[in-house]
Nanobody
Framework: QVQLVESGGGLVQAGGSLTLSCAASGRTFSSYTMGWFRQAPGKEREFVAAITWSGGATYYSDSVKGRFTISRDNAKNTVYLQMNSLKPEDTAVYYC???????????????????WGQGTQVTVSS
């Protein structure tokens, strides 16, 4: 079992930056692929970014590539999402998720992830 707690959301103006954190507890954090997803009102939850268990590879959706950066610190059991050049369309609840058992690559669909946090709201004003 893994518990995930997101933090760092808030209100920011367009063009601004935020860094989200996700603290994990429970099973060995370094054995999990970690991902970030988001869900806007009335929309499906969508993939944002993922990072392999070692941190050696990262994956991004086209909508955030070049603006967002995912990273992890296995010593601190934490994964981060640095978000720059934020746009109003980035407004959503952001969720971190953990995928267990993958030895290569990272999942990019919500069905591949085993554990989820409660989410943190990000609002970007125009």
């Amino acid at each position: 079992q893994v518990q995930l707690v997101e933090s760092g959301g808030g209100l920011v103006q367009a063009g601004g930056s935020l860094t989200l954190s996700c603290a994990a507890s429970g099973r060995t954090f370094s054995s999990y692929t970690m991902g970030w997803f988001r869900q806007a009102p009335g929309k499906e939850r969508e993939f944002v970014a993922a990072i392999t268990w070692s941190g050696g590879a990262t994956y991004y959706s086209d909508s955030v590539k070049g603006r967002f950066t995912i990273s992890r610190d296995n010593a601190k059991n934490t994964v981060y999402l640095q978000m720059n050049s934020l746009k109003p369309e980035d407004t959503a609840v952001y969720y971190c998720a953990a995928e267990f058992g993958r030895t290569a690559g990272a999942g990019t669909t919500k069905s591949e992830y085993d554990y989820w946090g409660q989410g943190t709201q990000v609002t970007v004003s125009s």
